[in-house]
T-cell receptor, first 115, second 111 residues
Framework: EAQVTQNPRYLITVTGKKLTVTCSQN?????MSWYRQDPGLGLRQIYY???????DKGDVPEGYKVSRKEKRNFPLILESPSPNQTSLYFC??????????????FGEGSRLTVL | LAKTTQPISMDSYEGQEVNITCSHN???????ITWYQQFPSQGPRFIIQ???TKVTNEVASLFIPADRKSSTLSLPRVSLSDTAVYYC????????????FGAGTRLAVHP
């Protein structure tokens, strides 16, 4: 089954304790991206990657890091989480194709709480 | 990057047609208008995409006028299960790009 898998789905942590949210896709997609969703603000892009070893900042990259060492994985790293990073996070991927842009496939989401 | 503007919320009743308009005044030549649907606690799901005129699929229609400064998502005969948040975005052709989703439109369908 084609899917984007995120882990963990739920996490409660404390300020300053490094954490990683993993994202894996089994569709051989070149493009992957991370979003955070907060009430009233919709989806905001954190980082995106056009292919292995190619990443770029989205709208709200501060406080986050990413890496793309393999095509299927795109982990989101919070080196020193703070309470304002409490949010619902989504990973997505797509294969850009011909005319148009290709459909984004989203993961189930990871709800992170930083105390 | 083209920023989009949508109504924050809309209400409708089962069986009615719902039209959600999105404004994108500074859309670029290579941008496609794309709509996603999101249910609570789920990731967004692609609905429809278009460049100009009209596009129709099994769930929705998308109308884009010649100047492309706005677009309208049309949902025919909505049901309770269409209650969701709908996002409009300008998506650069090719698909390797930064994306701006915005706050979306919260559609509530009532019995």
């Amino acid at each position: 089954e084609a899917q984007v898998t995120q882990n963990p789905r739920y996490l409660i942590t404390v300020t300053g304790k490094k954490l990683t949210v993993t994202c894996s896709q089994n569709m051989n997609h070149e493009y992957m991206s991370w979003y955070r969703q907060d009430p009233g603000l919709g989806l905001r892009q954190i980082y995106y990657s056009m292919n292995v070893e190619v990443t770029d900042k989205g709208d709200v990259p501060e406080g986050y890091k990413v890496s793309r060492k393999e095509k299927r994985n795109f982990p989101l790293i919070l080196e020193s989480p703070s309470p304002n990073q409490t949010s619902l996070y989504f990973c997505a991927s797509r294969r850009p194709q011909g005319a148009g842009t290709g459909e984004l496939f989203f993961g189930e989401g990871s709800r992170l709480t930083v105390l | 990057l083209a920023k989009t503007t949508q109504p924050i919320s809309m209400d409708s009743y089962e069986g009615q047609e719902v039209n959600i308009t999105c404004s994108h005044n500074n859309i670029a030549t290579n941008d496609y208008i794309t709509w996603y649907q999101q249910f609570p606690s789920q990731g967004p799901r692609f609905i429809i995409q278009g460049y100009k005129t009209k596009v129709t699929n099994e769930v929705a229609s998308l109308f884009i006028p010649a100047d492309r400064k706005s677009s309208t998502l049309s949902l025919p005969r909505v049901s309770l299960s269409d209650t969701a948040v709908y996002y409009c975005l300008a998506d650069f052709s090719g698909g390797y790009n930064k994306l701006i989703f915005g706050a979306g439109t919260r559609l509530a369908v009532h019995p």
